[in-house]
């Protein structure tokens, strides 16, 4: 079945450690995003990607990072820059053209920081 | 910036009555307008999406939603309210010119009995 995989689940992070959450897709998208999801502030865009090897910073950047050496796979490291990461993260992926916004989602991981 | 606004963080309605759920974008040139709806702990789905093809868009699971763009909007409703259309429901924008897609803050949408 086509979908967007994103692991682990669950997730806690030490202070000063940096955490990386995965996320595939075999829909053959070529757009993928990570959103950052807390209560009463909706979804925050992190990061996007249209295209491999390229990334865009979305509208909360600081403290995190990413990669897209593949078309299947965009995961997102939360670094100890990132003061307060705890929250609930999603990926999504969308194809170009007329369906795009058409983005399909992850699961989720729930980060917290102990 | 190109940003939708939801009005009312909590909706609550009985099972039955109208859904409204309201969405106002920020734009002179329309953009992509969606709606998507969030179960708990989980992902986002879609439910519809306007691309200018028609005003009045139909959806999953009996939403429509219509775009009005003398009021910049995009309401989303149902005539009648079921139990399991309790969820989070999010307004999402692809402002033109951009490849970025903008979701509003959310709102959540009780059904009692």
């Known amino acids: 079945d086509g979908g967007i995989t994103q692991s682990p689940k669950y997730l806690f992070r030490k202070e000063g450690q940096n955490v990386t959450l995965s996320c595939e897709q075999n829909?053959?998208?070529?757009?993928m995003y990570w959103y950052r999801q807390d209560p009463g502030q909706g979804l925050r865009l992190i990061y996007y990607?249209?295209?491999?090897?390229?990334?865009q910073k979305g509208d909360i950047a600081e403290g995190y990072s990413v990669s897209r050496e593949k078309k299947e796979s965009f995961p997102l490291t939360v670094t100890s820059a990132q003061k307060n990461p705890t929250a609930f993260y999603l990926c999504?992926?969308?194809?170009?053209?007329?369906?795009?916004?058409?983005?399909?989602f992850g699961q989720g991981t729930r980060l917290t920081v102990v | 910036a190109q940003s939708v606004t939801q009005l009312g963080s909590h909706v609550s309605v009985s099972e039955g009555a109208l859904v409204l759920l309201r969405c106002n974008y920020s734009?002179?040139?329309?953009?992509?307008l969606f709606w998507y709806v969030q179960y708990p702990n989980q992902g986002l789905q879609l439910l519809l999406k306007?691309?200018?093809?028609?005003?009045l868009v139909k959806g999953i699971n009996g939403f429509e939603a219509e775009f009005k763009k003398s009021e910049t909007s995009f309401h989303l409703t149902k005539p009648s309210a079921h139990m399991s259309d309790a969820a989070e429901y999010f307004c999402?924008?692809?402002?033109?010119?951009?490849?970025?897609?903008?979701f509003g803050t959310g709102t959540r949408l009780q059904v009692f009995p």
């Open positions: 999402a924008v692809v402002p033109p010119g951009t490849d970025k897609l903008i």
């Open positions: 734009s002179s040139v329309p953009p992509y």
């Open positions: 990607s249209q295209i491999v090897n390229d990334f």
């Open positions: 999504a992926s969308s194809t170009k053209g007329y369906c795009f916004g058409e983005a399909f």
């Open positions: 306007y691309t200018s093809a028609a005003t």
């Open positions: 829909l053959n998208h070529d757009a």
